[in-house]
Nanobody
Framework: QVQLVESGGGLVQSGGSLRLSCVASGSTFGFNAIAYYRWYRQPAGEQRELVAGISRDGITNYPESMKSRFTISRDNAKNTVYLQSNALKPEDTADYYC??????????WGHGTQVTVSS
């Protein structure tokens, strides 16, 4: 079992920045099993959407709409993945979730961290 704990969310003014963190742990957790790390977000009443992803090899991918303001990175030594969010807008307000996917096909999700951007 893998546990993911997100942190770093909060209230920020429009134009501000936040860095979200996601720490992975668990008795079965191992770097070699992980295929990707991803950040998703879900605004209230809307569907969850992909924000950024990073593969085991460090290759990043972003939806076109997220590319300019979000950056995903990873610290393998700390089993932590980050999401740097810049120039935030009120429409970025959402619960942000971290997910880890194994080569086996199994995926794990954190409980999310809330980001609120005020205008």
């Amino acid at each position: 079992q893998v546990q993911l704990v997100e942190s770093g969310g909060g209230l920020v003014q429009s134009g501000g920045s936040l860095r979200l963190s996601c720490v992975a742990s668990g008795s079965t957790f191992g770097f070699n099993a992980i295929a990707y790390y991803r950040w998703y977000r879900q605004p209230a009443g809307e569907q969850r959407e992909l924000v950024a992803g990073i593969s085991r090899d460090g290759i990043t991918n972003y939806p076109e709409s997220m590319k300019s303001r979000f950056t995903i990175s990873r610290d393998n030594a700390k089993n932590t993945v980050y999401l740097q969010s810049n120039a935030l807008k009120p429409e970025d307000t959402a619960d942000y979730y971290c997910t880890v996917g194994e080569f086996s096909g199994r995926a794990y999700w954190g409980h999310g961290t809330q980001v609120t951007v005020s205008s």
